[in-house]
């Protein structure tokens, strides 16, 4: 059921753990299954040199977080963003139907750390992350 590199990620996740003076963080979850994921990142010259997270979920979860933090560790911001639920799932070599969601999740928080880390800079997450969903304080999606 699951790839031999999935059941890797989750026996051996990779950057588990806190940041305590992390430059960004982000927490989504998922109401349905229960998943919660939070991401620490630590960013030096626009690169991220170090990341870690905390998963409570299943062990999809679990490897699609140690997953999508392996594969933007080092990377600059705009690198990072260019992560894709469908690059962790090919990196992982797939999930089954059921659990694509916690890949989902996992491209959500790594984008979630990087708004925290533009707004503690003063900067407007927007232009570099794009829309948040937030229509309340969206003039663009506010229009009728």
């Not at 140690?66 to 933007?72: D, I, K, N, P, R």
Request: glycine residues 8%.
């Amino acid at each position: 059921m699951y790839s031999e590199k999935v059941m890797d990620h989750f026996a051996n996740p990779r950057n588990m753990g806190e940041i305590p003076d992390a430059d960004g963080v982000g927490v989504v979850g998922n109401m349905k299954c229960g998943d919660i994921m939070k991401i620490f990142l630590k960013i030096e010259d626009n690169i991220i040199v170090d990341i870690k997270f905390k998963t409570y979920g299943c062990g999809a979860a679990v490897a699609t977080s140690s997953m999508a933090t392996e594969l933007v560790k080092g990377k600059s911001i705009e690198e990072a963003l260019k992560l894709t639920n469908s690059v962790v799932v090919e990196a992982l070599e797939g999930l089954p139907s059921a659990k694509i969601h916690c890949s989902v999740l996992a491209e959500e928080a790594i984008k979630s750390a990087l708004i925290d880390y533009c707004k503690r800079q003063g900067i407007d997450p927007t232009p570099i992350v794009g829309c948040s969903g937030d229509c309340a304080n969206c003039e663009n999606h506010n229009r009728e």
